[in-house]
């Protein structure tokens, strides 16, 4: 396999077809995160319920269900068309920074009826930050804008408070803290995350392109070079193939030999490359007049084995005399102008008989076609 060469894509692309595919992993988070987003509006209405307005609950509430359902909606329609970054990226920029609106909302609505209640919605509120990390992890940008968004309306929310609420100025101080923290490390995930997809993208295009290089080795391992047809090794491996079968399930097989008439004399005549033109226009001609399912094989020099699968002595020289009528109907090559014929041998697996029995009578039949004066088809002689 030396020489042969896996081109890596150049990195801008590589790096580009990483983070499509990260920003398709995004989008499909970001909804499996929102249809759990209610759960945390039951715990927020839980907490609140004894101790902050019914009004101040149903305003956050409410916004927060209209949100909510324009960003699935949205999302439903970029899923839809397929999640393309150049496309789509605004639109879940937007779907971020109102997800972040509306858990920011928090601080206008709930917070500042009780003290412990405001620790604890803050920290809901840091735990909101820190589970959608994940979420946007393979889009870091988006992620930015809703943290972005959550901080500055919460933070807002948080100094608007009576100036009673001492710990206003600390909750903000502490979200804008956890924020900056948070933001630094998402950022060293994210890259991590990107760069395992770019390498996961990389190893799986190169071993397609490993799997289809092996894939022509092993081809060009059983092709004849000259005329494109299987080589003997092939042919010695599907002989062996169907006579395994022949023994397990008895299905009947049976092989043309085809000796191309005169081929010496052509060579004489009209040098190898003529003959070598000759051997490639009489394949192609053979390939015409075979069924699907047959294999032909070249056997050495001007000789052909032709598999025909399923096929018994009587089948078998039916598509013998089409092939030898095929190739004496019209000239081979126009320059020069050259007519051939073909002597064809027919034999079949018999009982007991050899891959290598079968071969030597056919060969056997070949030469009593010759014989027999050339351009014949002659079936193996029957014990």
């Not at 150049?10 to 987003?37: H, K, M, N, P």
Request: with cysteine; net charge neutral; charged share 20%.
């Amino acid at each position: 396999m030396a020489g042969m060469n896996f081109p890596l894509p150049a990195s801008e692309s590589d790096q580009a077809l990483a983070r499509a595919t990260g920003f398709s992993e995004c989008v499909i988070a970001l909804r499996r995160a929102l249809t759990t987003t209610p759960a945390g509006w039951v715990l927020a209405v839980w907490f609140c319920w004894d101790l902050v307005p019914r009004t101040s609950i149903a305003l956050w509430l409410g916004t927060a269900a209209v949100v909510w359902a324009c960003s699935l909606w949205a999302l439903h329609i970029i899923i839809g068309e397929g999640s393309r970054f150049e496309r789509h990226r605004r639109r879940i920029h937007w779907i971020a920074a109102l997800d972040g609106f509306a858990w920011g909302l928090m601080a206008w609505f709930l917070v500042g009826h009780d003290r412990i209640l405001d620790a604890t919605l803050m920290a809901m509120l840091c735990g909101v930050i820190a589970v959608n990390a994940q979420v946007y992890g393979t889009y870091i940008t988006a992620y930015y804008q809703q943290i972005g968004t959550i901080w500055a309306f919460s933070v807002t929310g948080l100094l608007l408070q009576d100036s009673g609420h001492r710990g206003a100025m600390d909750y903000a101080a502490g979200i804008s803290v956890f924020i900056v923290i948070i933001s630094y490390y998402t950022r060293e995930i994210s890259k991590r995350l990107l760069e395992g997809i770019r390498l996961q993208r990389a190893n799986a295009l190169l071993a397609e392109r490993l799997h289809v290089a092996l894939q022509k080795v092993a081809l060009d391992a059983a092709t004849d070079a000259l005329t494109g047809q299987g080589n003997r090794r092939a042919l010695d491996e599907l002989l062996k193939q169907q006579a395994e079968l022949y023994t397990s399930s008895g299905k009947p097989f049976s092989i043309l030999m085809l000796d191309i008439d005169f081929f010496k004399s052509i060579n004489d005549r009209f040098g190898h490359m003529i003959g070598d033109d000759v051997l490639r226009a009489f394949a192609q001609r053979v390939r015409e007049y075979l069924r699907p399912g047959d294999v032909c094989a070249r056997f050495g020099g001007e000789e052909f084995v032709v598999v025909l699968p399923r096929t018994t002595l009587e089948d078998a020289r039916e598509v013998a005399e089409r092939l030898r009528l095929g190739v004496a109907q019209s000239a081979l090559l126009q320059t020069p102008a050259l007519h051939v014929t073909v002597s064809i041998g027919i034999a079949s697996l018999l009982p007991g008989q050899t891959v290598g029995d079968l071969l030597a009578t056919a060969d056997a039949a070949v030469y009593a076609a010759k014989n027999a004066g050339r351009n014949q088809v002659h079936p193996q002689t029957l014990p």
